[in-house]
């Protein structure tokens, strides 16, 4: 082989280990100080008075909260008035699980109306209602176990 093409060849053999070096920090980076939330995504800070938003009425019987029954955060619990509900080990998160299975953004609880729906955000170890693995919008309600990693969680009156 000519001096050129080992050239090259060494240039890129140090290009891609670069990459994968970098790729491996952003990793661990994320991991240890959770993801970045872009300036669109943040609320804006209120000015002045605004006129306030009612809530919509509550259906006696409905879910007002989701708990950890079951994992290390046994009892931790978020208003679901709050909804949309991140669970992760991100700061960002609602529901923060110290747990090695859980991603920095694992999963989210939302509603649509009078249902309410758990889904998976693109979770490395998944999210399991029972037994099965969810890979789309999934209506709970209240009682199901919502398990993510070790750690088990229930919508509760």
Not at 70 to 82: I, K, P, T, Y
Not at 92 to 104: E, K, P
Not at 131 to 155: A, H, N, S, W, Y
């Amino acid at each position: 082989m000519s001096e050129l093409t080992l050239l090259l060849i060494r240039i890129a053999y140090l290009a891609v280990l670069w990459i994968f070096v970098l790729s491996a920090i952003s990793v661990i980076r994320s991991d240890m100080f959770g993801a970045r939330v872009p300036e669109t995504a943040r609320t804006p800070e209120p000015r002045g008075r605004e006129p306030k938003q009612k809530k919509p009425a509550r259906r006696r019987g409905a879910p007002t909260h989701v708990l950890v029954t079951e994992g290390s955060n046994a009892g931790e619990r978020a208003e679901l008035a709050d909804a949309p509900i991140l669970i992760g080990r991100g700061s960002d998160a609602a529901i923060r699980l110290d747990d090695d299975y859980v991603s920095t953004r694992h999963a989210r609880i939302a509603a649509a109306g009078d249902q309410w729906f758990v889904e998976d955000l693109g979770s490395t170890n998944g999210t399991y209602i029972g037994t099965v693995r969810i890979t789309q919008p999934t209506t709970i309600t209240l009682g199901t176990q919502v398990r993510i990693g070790k750690t088990i969680l229930e919508l509760r009156k």
